[in-house]
């Protein structure tokens, strides 16, 4: 605390002042250490790695495509299926495999409606990722 410097005052008063000149020096002391160890940081290892010729490995299960065509028929591959029974033949085949995905395409002419109703009945069925198949534009 500091005292005034007017002496003709009786009455010595503390002068409450924070002095944030050093909270200042320290701050940029800390800015200016973090700006030059960030690049460092980023910096990695050099390695070579050992190049080898391989093979792919298939898994051998087959891809479950779902198709619904334009009089609203909902085939699994190439076996007819109806909506009330689709969440349960999904949930027997996917009891057994390991990747829980389907690609589904649906004719133009199928009302949007009932395209989510069918996404709806395959994401009860536990389905983890849906695709959806279509053509590229004709020119």
Do not use: C, H, W
Request: aromatic content about 6%; charged content about 30%.
């Amino acid at each position: 605390m500091r005292y005034s410097r007017n002496r003709r005052k009786t009455s010595a008063k503390p002068v409450s002042d924070i002095n944030v000149t050093p909270l200042v020096d320290v701050m940029l002391v800390l800015l200016i250490i973090f700006m030059v160890t960030a690049p460092m940081l980023q910096m990695g290892i050099d390695v070579n790695l050992p190049r080898v010729k391989a093979k792919s490995v298939d898994v051998g299960e087959e891809k479950l495509i779902l198709t619904i065509n334009d009089k609203e028929e909902i085939f699994i591959n190439k076996y007819k299926t109806s909506i009330t029974g689709l969440k349960e033949k999904l949930e027997s085949i996917f009891s057994s495999r390991i990747d829980r995905e389907i690609f589904m395409r649906a004719d133009e002419k199928v009302p949007y409606g009932f395209v989510v109703l069918v996404m709806s009945e395959v994401r009860k069925a536990g389905v983890d990722k849906l695709g959806m198949i279509t053509e590229s534009p004709k020119e």
